[in-house]
């Protein structure tokens, strides 16, 4: 009867266990080119990146850029990643521009192998699920932060757990040392829970790590994967010398999870009598202090496959997507490029040469969107060696913008000086030999317009030199004029019927002739009267804000 019983529950767990191992294979299936449903908390995603060294990269890409092309909004779109580790190092070599011809051929032999074997696919995601808590964020913490010390007078921690063990090994033989214990004891008791605040910095971090290294251990079995670094198995050993040491923090975390009140308060018994905690954790962080490389060793590596399997899941998720060709021209050639974040995103085709990209066209017809999408997708194509357009060719770049900005209240500059210095650095770049992509919004808008016009023409001028491209949308018809020579001229514009404003997002050659402002303010029921005062005034201003001098030069009166 008791056997029977026992061999039900056996079974019954068994059975559970089965179930759980076939929904979490069927969900990993299903997931693969769909986008996570998950929460970003992008100021742990970032741990990894702002503490990085990343001085030998050809670009880090700045919070300005960033936040001008949507970089959070990117990130989210494009992450598929499993593990905590795999997103930060993802997040991290979105931010770095680097060119390893050798390492992206890897990578694509991976990605290949992974997007046509979905039992190899699943069997590491499940391995990547060990690394899913958010606790993994802190493992970055055990190789890129300052551990603490030890005080001083640490030498009194170890004489008080011998002074506890001897005295517990004499009480049995003489009673009175009972009562050295109990003294013994209430001094370690404060000696403990002072350390609290010690242990609670690493008693997430360092059994992420026991489980980061047994998960690299696992994948590095892999013929395939062995070859993003052949060495690892010395970091992996190296680490593993203080995994019996580093296992008390793992008890110590599952007993604090499970709330084993009874198993806690025995252990938490123990470890005050003889000061485990503090002998421990000093003695664990001395140790890991001279592995921080090979901690970083083990975590790239299984940050690297996790983010290889992201970038399969991304191609096999969209329509369509292609690898880049970076060769040492001049040429930015693009056949039906589209925004990665715009559904059904219009797509368009361009080819800049010898001369820059100069936009016009009203608000909403597609100037801002097309600029970041070029920028968007010359970042992906070299960071994950995938473009979101038919075919994309462009030389080694640097990329910078000048698109979103916003006064500084906090350091009392304005909008205007703000773009003054935003500019000034894009100038100071294209003077140091470098090929740079600079991406510009209606430059100088926040001032008036003959200065606009002016310092605008000046600057745009200057910034072609050396190579660079440009792509830049403005409101100024007169700029047109002004930078022909140096500018290849396309537009955006809509369609004003009686009452609708329709755009068709297409990019077209030449400067835009129509203008629809006024119009689009009669057919939203302005009062007459405005309208008809902005007709009269606009065809005023035509005939004497600008004019034309015998020498064909643009002089404002």
């Not at 995103?345 to 016009?360: A, M, P, Q, Y």
């Amino acid at each position: 009867m008791i056997k029977d019983i026992i061999f039900r529950i056996k079974y019954t767990f068994s059975q559970i266990k089965f179930n759980r191992k076939k929904e979490l294979n069927q969900r990993l299936k299903e997931s693969f080119g769909k986008l996570k449903d998950d929460s970003f908390d992008f100021e742990a995603i970032e741990k990894y990146f702002r503490k990085k060294d990343n001085s030998k990269a050809h670009q880090v890409l700045s919070d300005k850029t960033c936040n001008d092309l949507d970089f959070d909004d990117l990130f989210m779109f494009l992450d598929r990643t499993n593990s905590k580790v795999g997103q930060q190092y993802f997040y991290n070599n979105l931010r770095t521009i680097k060119v390893n011809e050798k390492q992206t051929k890897l990578n694509e032999e991976i990605i290949t192998e992974l997007s046509k074997n979905p039992e190899l696919r699943v069997s590491v995601q499940k391995k990547f699920e060990k690394l899913k808590h958010k606790d993994a964020y802190y493992i970055t913490t055990l190789f890129q932060d300052e551990h603490i010390k030890p005080p001083k007078w640490f030498f009194v921690i170890k004489l008080l757990s011998l002074t506890s063990l001897f005295s517990l090994i004499f009480a049995f033989f003489d009673p009175k040392f009972f009562i050295v214990l109990l003294g013994v004891f209430c001094v370690n008791f404060v000696l403990h829970y002072w350390n609290k605040n010690n242990l609670i910095q690493y008693v997430n971090s360092i059994p992420q790590l026991l489980r980061l290294n047994n998960v690299a251990s696992h994948l590095f079995t892999n013929s395939l994967f062995k070859k993003i670094n052949p060495d690892l198995p010395k970091s992996i050993k190296l680490i593993n010398e203080v995994k019996n040491r580093m296992s008390f923090f793992s008890l110590e975390a599952k007993l604090q999870g499970e709330f084993e009140i009874i198993a806690w308060f025995v252990f938490e018994i123990f470890k005050t009598m003889f000061l485990l905690e503090p002998l421990l954790l000093f003695g664990v962080l001395k140790r890991l202090n001279n592995k921080r490389g090979d901690i970083e060793n083990v975590f790239k590596f299984v940050g690297h496959i996790d983010m290889l399997i992201s970038i399969a899941s991304l191609r096999n998720g969209v329509k369509t997507f292609c690898l880049p060709i970076i060769n040492d021209g001049d040429k930015i050639i693009v056949e039906e490029i589209s925004h990665p974040l715009i559904f059904n995103c219009t797509t368009n085709s361009i080819k800049i040469s010898e001369k820059s990209i100069l936009l016009t066209g009203s608000n909403m017809s597609g100037k801002t969107s097309f600029i970041r999408a070029i920028g968007l997708n010359v970042i992906t194509g070299f960071t994950i060696n995938t473009c979101f357009a038919k075919s994309m060719t462009f030389p080694l770049l640097k990329v910078f913008s000048a698109i979103r900005i916003s006064d500084d209240l906090m350091n009392d500059k304005s909008y205007y000086f703000e773009e003054v210095l935003t500019i000034k650095e894009m100038l100071n770049e294209s003077a140091k030999g470098n090929k740079n992509l600079f991406l510009l919004d209606e430059i100088f808008k926040g001032t008036n317009t003959i200065e606009r016009i002016s310092a605008g023409k000046s600057i745009l001028s200057a910034l072609t030199k050396n190579n660079n491209k440009i792509l830049v949308s403005t409101h100024d018809i007169e700029l047109t004029d002004m930078l022909s020579n140096e500018y290849e001229l396309y537009h955006f514009s809509e369609t004003v019927n009686e009452k609708t404003v329709g755009f068709d997002y297409k990019l077209k050659e030449g400067k835009l002739r129509n203008r629809n402002a006024i119009r689009i303010l009669e057919i939203n029921n302005y009062p007459k009267e405005v309208v008809k005062e902005a007709i009269e005034l606009a065809k005023e201003l035509d005939k004497t804000y600008v004019a034309k001098n015998t020498t064909g030069n643009t002089v404002y009166n």
